[in-house]
């Protein structure tokens, strides 16, 4: 595994809403996002993480939306483009634009849908691996993707592949967390991928967290990872309690009709357009969530 500098790919690194205006992509509104992020002390982004509704985005949608986010933030904080697909040519052409657009790592998802064997896995890191210099983040969610990744999968791949140095690990699994620290070592990369467990997961010795809620409360996430990562559990378990509704409200429906109804309600964003087979949130859970925010001291 190749060494990255102590600060490099670490803390808080959101996976940014897509916003659409009348069904197109609003590349100034995601700027604008972006700048949001910086501006509240985020460590990193994700462009095109499964917040960002990819699966909805064209390639050339993808493309640009990593285009603009290297433009944007401009080397102040890095961007990790999300380059994984159902399709392994479609994550070649996707990963392969992500290195010359300049991104800083990429965080490429297990093949959805497929259901393909860990020795399939192994091969399908590892030809990717060949393709790129750029770090590279396995993305770990089975409630998606139905597939899991075990430890022995995960060795093969290291040892195919120097520059895979993590995983987004968005599943309750603290075994395999543990297990991955133990043979990779405090070094690797494992950024927390369910809200609710960024607190403890952090404690155990996760690096960071790709946290939807940071979309809304940047600041407060960001500190959270600061307070663990210094040493401060007493204050970092004072804001997994504080943010503990909002991180159980991303999941009120599908992510991210909640999380863009509460960033339109709070003027983060102009509309909470979504495309099909997605929709925007019915007015019984804008009340739900109206309460949660509430609760929260935001409205």
């Known amino acids: 595994m190749i060494e ?37 002390g985020t460590h ?3 462009v095109n993480g499964t ?9 050339d949608e993808r493309n640009r939306l990593v285009d603009v986010a290297v433009q944007v933030c401009g080397g102040r904080i890095p961007v990790i483009a999300a380059t994984g697909s159902q399709s392994h040519a479609e994550t070649v052409m ?15 998802v297990t093949p959805y849908y497929i259901r393909p064997p860990q020795r399939g896995l192994v091969a399908y890191y590892t030809d990717l691996g060949k393709r790129t210099n750029l770090p590279l983040l396995i993305y770990h969610i089975p409630g998606r993707t139905a597939v899991s990744v075990e430890l022995a999968t995960l060795e093969s791949i290291a040892e195919a592949v120097p520059h895979f140095i993590g995983i987004k690990h968005a599943v309750n699994d603290f075994a395999l967390l543990t297990q991955m620290l133990a043979r990779f070592g405090a070094d690797f ?11 403890p997961m952090m404690a155990l010795g996760a690096v960071g967290t790709m946290n939807a809620v940071a979309n809304l409360v940047p600041a407060k996430i960001a500190a ?3 307070a663990v990562r210094n040493g401060d559990l007493a204050g970092g378990r004072a804001l997994h309690f504080e943010l503990h ?12 009709i909640p999380m863009k109804y509460m960033m339109r309600r709070l003027g983060v964003l102009k509309t909470n357009e979504h495309r099909l087979p997605m929709l925007p949130a019915t007015p019984e859970l804008e009340r739900r969530l109206d309460d949660v925010l509430q609760r929260a001291g935001l409205l």
């Open 94 to 108: 996707l990963t392969e634009h992500a290195q010359r657009a300049g991104a800083d790592a990429l965080l490429i």
């Open 189 to 199: 990369r494992i950024f927390v991928g369910l809200e609710e467990f960024t607190f």
């Open 51 to 59: 917040t960002s509704e990819p699966s909805t985005l064209t390639l």
């Open 245 to 256: 509704e909002l991180s159980l409200a991303v999941f009120f429906d599908t992510n991210p």
């Open 44 to 46: 990193g982004v994700v």
């Open 224 to 226: 959270l990872c600061n």
């Open 4 to 40: 990255l500098a102590p600060n490099q790919l670490i803390g808080s690194a959101p996976p940014i809403v897509t916003p659409f205006l009348n069904g197109a992509v609003d590349y100034d509104a995601y700027a604008r996002l972006l700048e949001f992020q910086i501006a509240n």
